[in-house]
């Protein structure tokens, strides 16, 4: 018989979930959102043993407090979408910090299996866990998993499958008992919740609100108002006692008795041999040397995407040559036609153009975030991070932009406040993409020199730094510090990276491609019937009277919004020839350049900026882009004037 | 005394945290209670600490580092 059950994978980031994640479900996931809100949601389906498995990623979380969206969504998904069971996956050779998350979801009282990861590596470290004791004190199955080998993957299964049929539902962990005065006020307040009707397991909510958690005491005001009032003389009675805030009792006492585990099952045999991983980050995160070191593989990066880029669209542009000119042989050259041929030419572009960098450029970033070394980019530079407003993780997001602006944008996710996010949201969209670098290198680069090209990538860093210090400034909400785990470096798993890549890659082809082809063939369509040529004279004064360049750039920046790199081929397109020497200054090249990469959003990211923060949001960032690029563009041509 | 006015490699245990009750949950929910050890591994040149505190290697920023008062055993 067959039969429909939902897991749920909890655990603190970095702890191999997402590997556990893709080894359950391979390609059938999904990544959305959850409602409402900007943190990302992992579903996925498997088969196994006639069971439909529907798997929920949850966000990696260190707690279930109501202060981030994560751990919101996390303990409302196993409290009240109730999934068969939980999975949390721990990190083994760090025990101690994980177990204080494993402690917070018992307390759901929800069938659970603790899965032992990275079990291979205890030995290295030198701990050794006895896994029957730590069985027997938290009462859940344990499972040692080796999540990048994929081993212990199905024996995760089999002890839930266990667990949902042989065994009476929740019946199986044990309570871990907090110090006696906690436990008095905990009582306390369990008999005052009564028969409350909630979801939540009274003992959770009586743990929280001696917590302080808001969200806790809502529910507790709307189900039985009155009760509050009488719980929380429990919250003053433990902070007259210990002279801390009653939160920080608690979690106090959480970890002492995490401590307390811990000292039961983990036998640490000391070691003096510095492990590699320390070694490792004596040299890159070294105070001084940590920065060049840095700057070295960051030009590594963009060296080798360069190459193999230029190799790699060449390549593909050879084998796809014949499209176009078997198109116009079929169809000829009627107004349909040429609106279809606009759709055929946008995927091409995205072929050629786009894709040869994004692909490469997201393996070795994601290469590199799997191996660790990411990490250490937030830890160096989260100094400088700072005074744009955001913290070191921004970073990410950031370096994702030189790819494409749409997964970029949809990566701000990790940041933890709304501000964070948008901000760092906003600053991507003026990174260039490689849309954007197809035009300064194949306009400034090729033309004006390499020296400009490589400069105005620095200039345009500047704008960033600029613009995120007045956006900062600007915009309502908090900013958080950083606050992140180092992880060990270890050997970078190749299905990791390659599922990692594939994920962005999949936003950009599905979310990206479609928008930009479509309205391509509007905006062809408007093109063919010469309505365009009106917008461009409408346009003339700015583009001719302020930024100095020719009439037709007002088409070419209509077209710029759909994909960068239109303007570039546009120009070519509408010159016939791609000498562009011949109607093109170097300052109004350099000029060109500036104005495309900063003047909107392309359509594809509008669309993402709006899904993620709103359309009122996604129109202000763009208007302001507008306006911005159109201030700069005349201003750099006057300088440029004056100066060359 | 302050967290950042470590050395890299000295050791010490937590005394308090000061600031608002968000900043001492987190922290609290990542294991920095009152009495725990806690090491500075090391110091970005801008900005952040990498320290250890029960097992593991924790990075935090300079501002919230500054709210974590410290005593030296």
């Keep these: 018989m067959e039969q429909k059950i939902s897991i749920a994978l909890a655990g603190n980031p970095n702890v191999g979930k997402s590997v556990i994640f893709n080894h359950l479900t391979g390609l059938h996931q999904h990544v959305g959102n959850w409602p409402g809100k900007t943190v990302e949601r992992c579903e996925g389906t498997l ?28 303990r409302e998904y196993i409290a009240i979408r109730n999934p068969d069971f939980v999975i949390n996956i721990v990190d083994a050779t760090h025990l101690e910090r994980n177990l204080l998350l494993t ?57 839930g499958i266990k667990l949902i049929n042989n065994i009476p539902k929740a019946s199986n962990y044990k309570i871990i008992k907090y110090g006696k005065e906690v436990e008095d006020e905990i009582e306390k307040i369990i008999l005052l919740l009564g028969n409350i009707n909630s979801k939540y397991p009274k003992r959770w909510l009586a743990i929280k609100v001696l917590e302080k958690d808001a ?14 009032i009488e719980a929380e003389k429990s919250t003053i009675l433990l902070e007259k006692i210990h002279g801390h805030d009653s939160s920080v009792v608690v979690a106090d006492e959480r970890c002492h008795a995490v401590s307390q585990i811990i000292k039961k099952v983990v036998r640490i045999e000391v070691s003096l041999r510095v492990p590699l991983s320390e070694k490792l980050d004596r040299v890159f995160c070294d105070r001084i040397w940590g920065y060049p070191i840095l700057a070295i593989i960051l030009a590594l990066i963009f060296g080798i995407i360069f190459e193999f880029g230029n190799w790699f ?88 932009g030189y790819g494409c602006s749409v997964p970029a944008c949809l990566s701000c996710k990790i940041m933890e406040t709304h501000k964070e996010r948008f901000l760092t949201a906003f600053l991507t969209t003026l990174i260039p993409c490689a849309a954007r670098t197809v035009i300064i290198m194949g306009l400034v680069g090729k033309f004006v020199g390499i020296f400009w090209a490589l400069g105005l990538y620095v200039f345009n860093l500047l704008i960033v730094f600029i613009l995120g210090k007045i956006a900062f400034k600007i915009l309502p ?24 890549t594939w994920l962005r890659i999949k936003d950009f082809i599905y979310i990206a491609a479609p928008i930009v082809i479509i309205s391509g063939m509007a905006v062809q369509g408007l093109y063919a019937f010469g309505l365009l040529d009106s917008v461009a004279d409408f346009l003339s004064p700015i583009t001719v009277g302020w930024f100095g360049l020719p009439a037709a750039t007002g088409i070419l920046l209509i077209f710029g919004i759909l994909r960068k790199e239109l303007i570039l081929l546009m120009l070519a397109a509408l010159i016939g020839t791609v000498n562009f020497l011949e109607i093109l200054s170097p300052v109004q090249m350099i000029t060109l350049a500036i104005v495309s990469v900063f003047y909107v959003p392309c359509v594809a990211t509008i669309v993402v900026l709006w899904k993620e923060f709103g359309w009122k949001r996604a129109i202000a960032v763009s208007l302001f882009e507008v306006f911005f690029a159109i201030g700069l563009g005349g201003l750099v041509f006057r300088a440029l004037t004056i100066l060359l | 005394m302050i967290l950042t006015n470590l050395k890299n490699g000295q050791e ?52 919230l580092a500054s709210k974590i008062i410290i005593k030296i055993y």
């Design chain 1, 47 to 74: 088969y196994y043993k006639g069971y439909f498995i529907d798997v929920v990623d949850l966000p990696g979380i260190y707690s279930l407090t109501p202060y981030s969206m994560e751990e919101m969504v996390s």
């Design chain 1, 103 to 159: 402690l917070q979801l018992l307390e759901l009282q929800k069938p659970m299996i603790l899965s032992l990861n990275m079990i291979n590596l205890t030995e290295k470290i030198g701990i050794e866990i006895n896994e029957k004791e730590l069985e027997e004190i938290l009462g859940i199955p344990i499972v040692p998993t080796i999540a990048i080998y994929g081993t212990g993957i199905s024996k995760l299964l089999n002890a």
């Design chain 1, 215 to 228: 969200a806790v005491k809502e529910i507790i005001t709307k189900e039985m108002p009155g009760v509050l």
């Design chain 1, 313 to 400: 669209s060449l390549f593909l542009e050879n084998i796809f040559s014949g499209v176009i000119p078997w198109y116009e042989n079929i169809f000829g050259n009627s107004l349909l036609a040429l609106i279809g041929q606009s759709a055929i030419d946008g995927i091409l572009a995205m072929m050629f153009l786009v894709l040869p960098y994004v692909l490469p450029f997201y393996v070795i970033l994601f290469l590199l975030e799997d191996w660790g070394y990411l990490a250490r980019v937030a830890f160096l530079l989260d100094g400088l991070m700072h005074k744009i407003g955001v913290h070191g993780k921004a970073f990410i997001p950031l370096m994702l």
């Design chain 1, 477 to 500: 909400g908090e900013s958080t510090e950083l606050i992140m785990e180092m992880p060990d470096f270890r050997t970078p798993n190749i299905k990791t990276i390659l599922i990692q």
């Design chain 2, 12 to 63: 010490a245990v937590i005394d308090s945290v000061t600031g608002g009750t968000n900043a001492t949950k987190r922290l609290a929910d990542l294991g920095l209670t009152p009495k725990t050890k806690i090491k500075i591994l090391r110091k970005a040149l801008l900005g952040p600490l990498e320290i250890e505190v029960r097992g593991a290697k924790l990075v935090l920023g300079r501002g």
